[in-house]
């Protein structure tokens, strides 16, 4: 079975700050791991997916995360944070011939002027 | 279309009452989830289906829950006797390729904005 575990149910940062959006994940093997972002009033849209090529992976607006197995940690960052940044994001795991994907509960960022 | 639509977006109903929630997938793809999300946690996989079939219905919580596609393109998710406890966002999601989540082109699940269902 597959799990994830999102730390920090909400994250404030200043326009210019690093984001940084903790994920630890458990599976019994090895894992697909995704990044998902949820504007107000939209669907899910997908930011970044590991699925076992390079361990550092980059997603669209300037995202990307680093798969490390020592740590199970599939975290997400960002440089610089922009207002348009401000959003709920969810980490989500799947095993690699799997249809179903495991969200965990997820981070809601805002974004000081 | 040119993304997966649901309908209603916001549907309101008393306790004991039956609903149906729409699910509009891409064109094309034949892969289709629905998802449940709750206050304050993430979604959880309810049904997927294979074409018209539903390849795996594991997620769903009772018997009062049910979900159709009769034609392989659009579902509808059917709630009987709704309790409070229903109240939840329903999100629908389609893929082209249906053979694992993240694999090769085509596996990405693209979702809707959603369903909130208010059971009052």
């Known amino acids: 079975a597959q799990s994830v575990t999102q730390l920090g149910s909400h994250v404030s940062v200043s326009e210019g700050a690093l984001v940084l959006l903790r994920c630890n994940y458990s599976?019994?093997?090895?894992?697909?791991l995704f990044w998902y972002v949820q504007y107000p009033n939209q669907g899910l849209q997908l930011l970044l997916k590991?699925?076992?090529?390079?361990?550092l992976v980059k997603g669209i607006n300037g995202f990307e995360a680093e798969f490390k197995k020592s740590e199970t940690s599939f975290h997400l960052t960002k440089p610089s944070a922009h207002m348009s940044d401000a959003a709920e994001y969810f980490c989500?795991?799947?095993?690699?011939?799997?249809?179903?994907?495991?969200f965990g509960a997820g981070t809601t960022v805002t974004v000081r002027a | 279309g040119a993304g997966v639509s649901q309908t209603p977006s916001n549907k309101v109903t008393e306790k004991g009452k039956y609903v149906e929630l729409r699910c509009d997938p891409i064109?094309?793809?034949?892969?289709l989830y629905w998802y449940r999300q709750s206050l304050g946690q993430g979604p959880e996989f309810l049904i997927y289906?294979?074409?018209?079939?539903?390849?795996?219905d594991s997620g769903l919580p009772n018997d009062r829950f049910f979900a159709v596609r009769p034609e392989g393109s659009v579902s509808t998710l059917k709630i009987q006797r709704t309790e409070r406890g229903d109240s939840a966002v329903y999100l629908c999601?389609?893929?082209?390729?249906?053979?694992?989540?993240?694999?090769?082109?085509?596996?990405?699940?693209?979702f809707g904005q959603g369903t909130r269902l208010t059971v009052v």
């Open positions: 999601a389609s893929s082209l390729n249906p053979t694992g989540i993240g694999i090769g082109l085509g596996t990405e699940a693209f």
């Open positions: 599976s019994s093997v090895p894992p697909y």
């Open positions: 590991y699925t076992s090529a390079a361990t």
């Open positions: 989500a795991v799947s095993a690699a011939d799997d249809y179903k994907l495991s």
């Open positions: 064109s094309g793809h034949t892969a």
């Open positions: 289906f294979q074409g018209t079939g539903a390849a795996d």
